[in-house]
């Protein structure tokens, strides 16, 4: 059972001793550089009591010291302690906590425990698991199947239970994604993010021709499945905030469809540039691009 547990799809040496578990929620990593906190947006993967693995929206180093907030669940309030980098290929990361608390640890083995109970309880339930419980009487049937003057009210109290919960996991599931959807966009758009805060005003405002000349790094956006069977095309013009390290610390759209447009944002916010630069020193600049949608 422990296996199933297990998490899959991360790749790489692993350090950790303990068992890994899927944990997909919002994740937050500071790092100091140049005496500048910098807060890098990303998703975890799996955790453990000994670090967690993540995507990052920009690579780390190895070794480098961290701040990290992770949430565990809706009901328990984030972890917030320091981590080293020990492990990064492109944007997979994985984190070794250092300095955890005693309680945060607790913390950490409770969800692991809670982790566990429910995918147990999930496979004990399966119609279909070999691990189902059967119960035959003296003559090898099912007493459920039976009738009898005891057999509804259990098949009903069994049913209104069923139905409590999966009324109660219907709900939790859809406020858990809307605030899961809700925190990652706060992220990708800047409006809450403390790096653009930190970064500064704008110092020049860059003609886009000028810009393209120290873009490094594009990725093109995913033709959202909707607009494409709405036939939605065009080309979306957004106002960026290049920071002093070349990636986009804030943008917003200035046309095309919404749908268009967050697909934009998407891509745009892995894009990097060569930092430009004025009176010889790396400046906040803002500028204007273009991208594309057609079929």
């Not at 020049?204 to 499945?225: D, G, I, N, S, W």
């Not at 892995?270 to 790396?282: A, L, Q, S, T």
């Amino acid at each position: 059972m422990a296996a199933q547990a297990q998490a899959r799809g991360w790749s790489g040496v692993s350090r950790r001793g303990e068992l890994r578990f899927p944990l997909q929620s919002v994740l937050d990593v500071t790092v100091l550089r140049s005496g500048i906190p910098d807060t890098v947006p990303g998703r975890s993967v799996n955790l453990c009591e000994r670090g967690v693995g993540a995507m990052l929206a920009q690579e780390l180093v190895p070794g480098e010291a961290v701040a990290i907030e992770v949430q565990l669940s809706l009901v328990t309030p984030p972890i917030r302690t320091r981590a080293i980098v020990r492990y990064q290929d492109k944007l997979h990361c994985g984190l070794e906590f250092v300095g955890t608390s005693a309680d945060q640890r607790a913390a950490i083995r409770k969800w692991a425990k809670d982790k566990d109970a429910a995918t147990e309880t999930k496979l004990e339930a399966s119609p279909n698991s070999s691990m189902a419980p059967k119960s035959v009487d003296a003559k090898g049937r099912n007493p459920k199947t039976l009738g009898g003057a005891g057999s509804r009210p259990r098949k009903k109290q069994f049913g209104m239970g069923w139905a409590i919960v999966v009324v109660f996991v219907a709900f939790a599931a859809s406020v858990f994604w809307w605030r899961w959807n809700r925190g990652w966009e706060e992220l990708e758009s800047g409006l809450k993010s403390p790096v653009t805060a930190s970064v500064g005003k704008p110092q020049a405002r860059v003609p886009p021709e000028t810009m393209e000349k120290l873009l490094v790094h594009r990725v093109q956006p995913t033709y959202p499945a909707e607009a494409r069977k709405a036939n939605l095309q065009g080309i979306v013009a957004l106002d960026i905030v290049v920071g002093r390290d070349g990636s986009v610390v804030d943008m917003h759209a200035l046309n095309g469809p919404e749908v268009l447009a967050r697909a934009a944002m998407d891509a745009l916010r892995w894009w990097k540039f060569e930092p430009y630069r004025v009176n010889g020193e790396p400046a906040v600049v803002e500028t204007t691009v273009a991208v594309e949608f057609k079929r």
